[in-house]
């Protein structure tokens, strides 16, 4: 017992309570308003806090507003006018910080937690900023370094790793690579007219085309061709020819009449 109650006065003694009851702000601000602050001059003013009151309405929470506005502005497009809209409910909280030799300090308790953002003149700006921002974050800045008179030697193994390499390469227990499947070649697309006079040719010696034969006939894009086969032909769905194209009646009887000249 004696133990814990020295332990608790250590703890005790580490935690500093004088400005435990010093009333604080606590504020969610902007990226470049902190980046700002943290750039600022020692000793220099950052920013100001205007306290607008109306003095016909002293008891309506709307009459209190709050405003802040930048010391410098530095950052040249970021915007000078922030609103500071104010919670009312939020849990009671109070701000530590750590001072020498490892003590805590209790530097104030929140009276105030306020949400910063640019006011409505200046949003158009501000959300052009922020895509700029974050468009310059996804560039990904990649530098090739040319090695001179290296040999190979930067490429070879280090001494002990090859048996590590060969045992790390091991495919045991491991499923099988599936090779990928090459892309299909671009095909040229062929003149309309000129396609139909093929497509009618490959017709006259025989009667039903599947589209994969097709493509590989006319060498054309599958898509390109379903389109001249929806215009001149039936698709047969059920059937001994399920799955074919098959020329139209009204096309049929012109083949067959050319064939037979």
């Not at 935690?15 to 604080?24: A, F, Q, Y």
């Not at 209790?106 to 640019?118: L, R, S, T």
């Not at 097709?214 to 799955?243: H, M, W």
Request: charged share 30%; net charge positive; proline share 6%.
């Amino acid at each position: 017992m004696e133990e814990d109650h020295k332990n608790n006065n250590n703890n005790k003694s580490k935690l500093e309570i004088g400005k435990s009851e010093r009333s604080v702000w606590l504020m969610k601000c902007p990226v470049v308003v902190s980046n700002s602050w943290k750039t600022a001059a020692d000793n220099q003013p950052i920013s100001k806090v205007v306290v607008c009151l109306d003095p016909l309405r002293p008891e309506s929470p709307s009459s209190l507003q709050f405003t802040m506005e930048m010391a410098n502005n530095e950052a040249g497009k970021m915007p000078k006018s922030y609103s500071l809209n104010m919670f009312k409910d939020f849990v009671p909280m109070s701000i530590f910080s750590e001072v020498n030799q490892g003590k805590v300090a209790v530097e104030g308790k929140v009276e105030h937690k306020f949400d910063m953002k640019p006011h409505n003149e200046n949003m158009e700006e501000y959300s052009k900023m922020c895509r700029e921002r974050t468009n310059k974050s996804m560039i990904k800045n990649r530098q090739i370094q040319v090695i001179d008179n290296d040999r190979g030697v930067l490429m070879r193994p280090m001494p002990g790793m090859i048996g590590f390499i060969a045992s790390n390469s091991s495919t045991k227990g491991k499923k099988p690579v599936v090779p990928v499947k090459a892309p299909d070649v671009k095909r040229t697309r062929r003149d309309r007219s000129e396609l139909e006079d093929i497509m009618f040719k490959l017709f006259e010696r025989q009667p039903n085309w599947t589209l994969k034969q097709l493509v590989q006939e006319t060498d054309q894009p599958a898509q390109f061709l379903k389109e001249i086969l929806n215009e001149l032909c039936v698709y047969n769905k059920r059937g001994s020819n399920q799955g074919t194209y098959e020329l139209k009646p009204e096309y049929k009887k012109s083949v067959e009449e050319t064939a037979a000249e």
